[in-house]
């Protein structure tokens, strides 16, 4: 299995995984543009947008991750945010979302940005039982306006 960022040629692999991803978090039907615009941007390649990477094993794509870099007040150097994170059900186990996580760090240690964050569900059980061992647990608690 290797890590790498995502290429044009990915958009199918891509897009299968990325769906299934918005059905884990309740987010069904989503329209095709919706998907169109996503990978748009992740293959824009402006530094302010997100990028993408991938796990690939034997040419078939297994996991998919986005982040982005932001400035913070806290951090002159910025910080990433790594917002999305999908292992195929299939390859799940396999050390797919740890060397993509991996993959995200090495990635915000080259930009000079090696603060790297993100949200998870609090019912993530699988997810959290990996990110209790390849990060920190912060006391924040999430709110978003109410729409």
């Known amino acids: 299995m290797t890590t790498r960022p995502v290429e044009p040629g990915d958009r199918a692999g891509w897009q299968a995984l990325y769906e299934a991803y918005q059905l884990f978090y309740d987010r069904p039907g989503l329209p095709q ?6 990978f748009a941007r992740l293959m ?5 947008d997100f990028r993408g990477l991938v796990a690939e094993d034997g040419g078939r794509i297994v996991g ?16 990433c945010y790594l917002q999305d994170l999908f292992t195929a059900p299939e390859a799940r186990g396999q050390g797919v979302a740890r060397a993509l996580i991996e993959a995200v760090y090495a990635a915000a240690d080259a930009a000079g940005a090696p603060n790297v964050y993100w949200l998870t569900a609090e019912d993530n059980y699988a997810g959290r039982m990996l990110y209790d061992r390849v990060a920190a647990k912060t006391p924040f608690i999430r709110y978003s306006r109410k729409v």
Not at 33 to 38: E, P, V
Not at 64 to 79: D, I, K, Q, S
């Open 33 to 38: 543009g919706f998907y169109d615009t996503a």
């Open 64 to 79: 998919l991750t986005h982040y982005v870099f932001h400035p913070n007040l806290w951090r002159p150097e910025g910080v």
């Open 44 to 48: 824009s390649g402006d530094a302010k």
